[in-house]
């Protein structure tokens, strides 16, 4: 027998229901007024004294005996209560259970159920509750759409085993036997609710749509970078229909990935040029559009994609008002910054044009990028410069060599003289005076190791600027640095390292007479046996390239035979 605790007489039952409900209502309007308000500020403050309002009344509702004529209303006001709140919060909070809990807990005190409710964990109230609700049909229009928010919530905390238990049991006479999470989201049917129920701000049936978009572009973004673009482009698709116009700019650039990695780059071109028609989210789809390029070979339309994503990443936008509401973006994690969802900011995506461009032979623009990103950096404009997550870039440090690199390649000596000199100006003083204090300093501090082949570094571009300007002195001077801070910190890792910087050593120790050092070398490389092989991959850093760039590697076997010959064994 269901327990219901009368409120008084039944005039003021129903008199105390209806401004209840009045109550209600007028909330939710409240909160479309907000909705609808281009002023942020007032915006913000109408949701949450609407938020605030909700409540109140929620705790004017439970704090009197639960009864089956009120429990529709108070179940429709906390899923108001938790929609507006997850939604001015950007997302669902542990505390939003304990909510659908006391909610659950008080459908079950109707039954007189008081013992049995403090056995159950979440999911066993449910399943108690939707069993009462088979004989409480008044019921099940608000339970299904708290059942709805509570998908919501397990949706976002990953919980999918008991979001399928959920699913298949408010689906028994479709398909509760299926564990497939989107047959079952559009197998769920919410019950209609009836012309004069409570107003609510996000109906079941709305949110049932969200869910089943969600769930698709979380089944098929994440598969992307890992590969899995088979599954994506089955899973994506399903969620275009229902998809919000500023979700369309993130499924279109991920279906456009996954076809590129399949190898379908027209088929890919076609997705990115509608992800940019679909809104001023333009980052994404312009960052993939460079990768694409550049997997063709059309190094002129990748700088270009490049060049339009600096310019949209440079361009403040107003944020889109958010709707009062789950949304689909709610129920989706953050773009991994691996993720190609990801486009990094605009100092990001200027130093993947300049690394591009000085890669590419275009010196003049590369070297242009780099003092734009450098002075971006000095000026404080850009205080803390995170280098790109994928590929890996570089550190403050390598973007002053790469730009001086960049400046030498250009023909520009003077300004990368300056550069290196800022740059000594910044590390150099970090260096142990003595030879003796290296290895102490390597293991007291991670940046010591790391500096002393930046300075070092620095000073060979020094040497090849010198060079440029005709000052053969100076260059010999820097030069001289440059070896004398690497012969001091050896890396660990000296007997395995690259045969061409060996044999690079090699030729110059003979071409120096230093016939001592250049027989002990060449004994050395003979005797080792597990030398990487001449087309293993050997990763250099991007200024370093540049640096090998400018000088012709020896031909090995000649210098071989020549070594051999010349009598010095």
């Not at 990695?261 to 994404?284: C, D, F, H, I, N």
Request: hydrophobic share 40%; charged share 20%.
């Amino acid at each position: 027998m269901a327990h219901q605790t009368p409120l008084g007489s039944s005039a003021s039952h129903v008199s105390c229901l209806d401004l209840w409900r009045e109550k209600n209502d007028q909330l939710v309007r409240q909160a479309k007024v907000a909705q609808d308000s281009s002023l942020p500020l007032r915006r913000q403050q109408l949701a949450q004294d609407a938020l605030e309002g909700l409540r109140g009344l929620l705790c004017s509702l439970q704090g009197l005996p639960a009864t089956v004529s009120v429990l529709p209303l108070e179940l429709t006001v906390i899923c108001n209560f938790i929609t507006l709140r997850a939604n001015l919060a950007r997302g669902f909070t542990e505390d939003l259970a304990q909510d659908i809990q006391q909610g659950l807990e008080r459908v079950l005190e109707t039954q007189g159920q008081l013992e049995a409710r403090l056995e159950h964990e979440l999911w066993g109230l449910w399943d108690a509750a939707l069993r009462v609700s088979s004989l409480l049909p008044e019921l099940l229009p608000a339970l299904h759409h708290l059942a709805g928010l509570q998908a919501a919530l397990w949706l976002t905390t990953n919980r999918f085993g008991d979001l399928t238990l959920l699913l298949q049991t408010l689906t028994v006479s479709q398909s509760s036997a299926s564990e497939d999470m989107l047959l079952l989201l559009k197998s769920w049917r919410p019950p209609t609710e009836e012309s004069d129920a409570p107003l609510t701000l996000q109906n079941a049936q709305g949110l049932r749509d969200v869910l089943l978009t969600a769930f698709a572009c979380r089944q098929g973004q994440p598969a992307c970078p890992v590969g899995l673009s088979k599954l994506t482009l089955w899973s994506l698709p399903k969620a275009l229909s229902l998809c919000p116009r500023s979700l369309l700019v993130q499924v279109y650039t991920a279906l456009g990935t996954c076809l590129r990695k399949m190898g379908s780059p027209q088929r890919a071109l076609l997705y990115l040029v509608a992800a940019l028609k679909e809104g001023s989210t333009w980052g994404p789809p312009l960052l993939e559009a460079s990768r694409l390029y550049q997997q063709l070979g059309n190094i002129a339309a990748e700088i270009e994609s490049l060049e339009l994503l600096v310019e949209a990443l440079s361009i403040t936008r107003i944020p889109e008002a958010h709707q009062l509401l789950i949304e689909v973006e709610l129920l989706l994690p953050r773009p991994d910054p691996a993720s190609p969802l990801h486009c990094g900011t605009q100092s990001q995506a200027k130093y993947l044009l300049a690394s591009r461009c000085l890669q590419t032979g275009r010196a003049a623009d590369a070297a242009e990028h780099y003092l734009d990103l450098l002075a971006l950096l000095l000026d404080g404009s850009e205080p803390k410069f995170s280098p790109p997550p994928c590929p890996p870039g570089p550190c403050v440090p390598e973007l002053f060599l790469e730009a001086a690199a960049a400046l030498i390649q250009a023909g520009r000596a003077q300004d990368a003289l300056t550069v290196c000199e800022e740059l000594l100006s910044r590390t150099s003083f970090l260096l142990p005076k003595r030879p003796r204090l290296w290895e102490d300093a390597r293991r007291r501090t991670k940046e010591s190791p790391h500096c002393s082949p930046w300075v070092s570094a620095t000073h060979l571009l020094q040497g090849q600027a010198w060079v440029q300007l005709g000052a053969q002195k100076e260059a010999i001077s820097e030069y001289s640095r440059c070896l004398e801070l690497l012969f001091r910190a050896t890396p660990k890792d000296k007997e395995q390292g690259n045969q061409d910087a060996s044999y690079h050593l090699l030729q110059t120790l003979r071409r120096l007479d230093r016939r001592d050092e250049a027989t002990a070398l060449w004994r050395r490389l003979e005797a080792q046996t597990e030398l990487p092989q001449e087309n293993t991959a050997w990763s250099l850093p991007l200024y370093l390239e540049t640096c090998l760039g400018w000088i012709c590697p020896p031909d090995r076997e000649t210098l071989r035979e020549e070594f051999q010959t010349s009598g010095d064994l």
